[in-house]
């Protein structure tokens, strides 16, 4: 079965080609990081208009990497939401004039689900298993008994982690995104300054950063004025080390009340080596699963791969009325 994903949620144009939900004939990205980072941060306007210029193009890769048909495709699965809504805009028509040009069934995905399936690519998922999902706009904590049967048990309150990180890192002067700088210094660094682990002994799974991000600030705004310098490389260690505590104890907390062993880390923050080497920690214990780099940040190959799930558990399909929602939710 052949899936032609495409996916662009945010600032990632992409199209992929999937076979049986395992094999990637081909997962083109294009990205807009560079043109978004003299802003500091995404700009919806500006990325849904980067998305209209490049999504024919990215289609045309796409199939020429895989070497197959248009005729060929039995489905095609697109990012449904949330994201940004004109951004998503522009992949939900791209692929419904796809499925209408060559007559092909189309689902709409879930973005999240993607990055949860991302995992399926190279490994295999077992259930039941708890999956931490952390990204740039999301910190949840599901519960999954089977296939596309997902159960929300914690999520955060205010800042997702992802955000966080970007936005410790303009406070000490690293360029967007942040995430991947944070991390670098952090392994350069040690965790010497005291900051919190918010909500790490709560009895419930939610979190909070952005108690932990004003921790940050003021650090740095005091010791400004005071005339004192910041060892960047150990304020990166120090945040790191308790967003990443709290992540791993509360992932493990949950595994061991649902009685299961099989964890799935997803989502781009999935991509930080400072929360890898902690679940490291529990490899003996627990299967962890988390996906290769390339299939942490947003691609359509993870789209692909859940819009093929989702079409085999419940045998529902869209249809061309199907429309972008910014605020979809998972369950």
Request: hydrophobic letters at 40%.
């Amino acid at each position: 079965m052949l899936v032609l994903g495409v996916e662009s949620s945010c600032d990632e144009t992409s199209v992929a080609i999937v076979r049986d939900g395992k094999e990637v004939l081909a997962n083109v990205i294009n990205s807009q990081i560079k043109i978004h980072e003299r802003f500091g941060g995404v700009v919806p306007e500006v990325a849904s208009r980067h998305h209209v210029y490049q999504v024919s193009m990215v289609f045309e890769e796409a199939f020429k990497i895989a070497n197959v048909d248009p005729n060929d495709i039995d489905l095609v699965a697109v990012t449904e939401g949330p994201g940004l809504i004109g951004s998503l805009l522009i992949g939900v028509n791209a692929a419904k004039t796809f499925s209408l040009m060559y007559n092909k069934p189309i689902i709409g995905v879930h973005h999240l689900a993607g990055h949860i399936y991302a995992n399926a690519i190279e490994s295999e998922m077992k259930f039941p298993c708890i999956a931490l999902l952390v990204s740039g706009g999301n910190t949840e904590l599901i519960y999954m008994k089977d296939h596309f049967e997902f159960e929300i048990i914690g999520q955060t309150l205010d800042d997702a982690v992802g955000e966080a990180y970007d936005k410790v890192a303009r406070v000490v002067g690293l360029p967007y995104p942040g995430g991947p700088h944070v991390d670098r210094l952090a392994h350069l660094g040690n965790d010497t300054y005291k900051l919190p682990r918010v909500y790490l002994d709560d009895k419930s799974y939610n979190f909070s950063f952005s108690g932990l991000k004003s921790a940050v600030i003021n650090l740095a705004h005091n010791a400004n004025q005071r005339g004192e310098e910041i060892n960047v490389n150990d304020l990166c260690a120090s945040f790191q080390a308790s967003v990443t505590e709290v992540l791993v104890n509360k992932t493990i907390k949950l595994a061991n009340e649902m009685k299961t062993n099989n964890i799935i880390v997803a989502g781009g923050v999935s991509a930080n080596k400072g929360l890898k080497e902690r679940f490291e920690q529990y490899k003996d214990s627990y299967n962890i699963c988390i996906p290769s780099i390339k299939y942490c940040t947003d691609n359509a190959a993870m789209m692909a791969v859940a819009g093929y799930y989702q079409y085999k558990k419940n045998n529902q399909l869209s249809d061309l009325y199907m429309n972008a929602d910014a605020s979809l939710e998972l369950e």
